[in-house]
């Protein structure tokens, strides 16, 4: 009933700028907090950025000064500008959402299926 999809991954060289976006669709209510997360091969999912209904933002250590995270409620869409990218940002990047579906439900953990963001000359 919610799809999340993310777009503007892809291949960029060190120093390089990407703008991911992620669309949540479907039957939603409200959308509460929503971010973004990153895993790379061997590694756990991590936090990369998170930004609630108000604004309020959380950014990991490793991207504060270079990732940008913002939303557009009226379009259940949020983004993240990627700046100043190092081989270390890459990853698959996940799309993350707390989300209602009606006014009585309770708050629901939604994922999108990720993209890849590589970063190597």
């Known amino acids: 009933q919610v799809q999340l999809v993310e777009s503007g991954g892809g291949l960029v060289q060190p120093g390089g700028s990407l703008r991911l976006s992620c669309l949540a669709s479907g039957r939603i209510f409200s959308t509460n907090t929503m971010g973004w997360y990153r895993q790379a091969p061997g590694n756990e999912r991590e936090l990369v950025a998170r930004?609630?209904?108000?604004?309020?933002?959380m950014y990991a250590d490793s991207v504060k000064g270079r990732f940008t995270i913002s939303r557009d409620n009226a379009k259940n869409t949020v983004y993240l500008q990627m700046n100043s990218l190092k081989p270390e940002d890459t990853a698959v990047y996940y799309c993350?959402?707390?989300?209602?579906?009606?006014?009585?439900?309770?708050?629901?953990?939604?994922w999108g299926q990720g993209t890849q963001v590589t970063v190597s000359s």
């Open positions: 993350n959402a707390d989300i209602k579906t009606t006014y009585w439900g309770r708050l629901t953990d939604y």
């Open positions: 930004i609630t209904s108000g604004g309020s933002i």
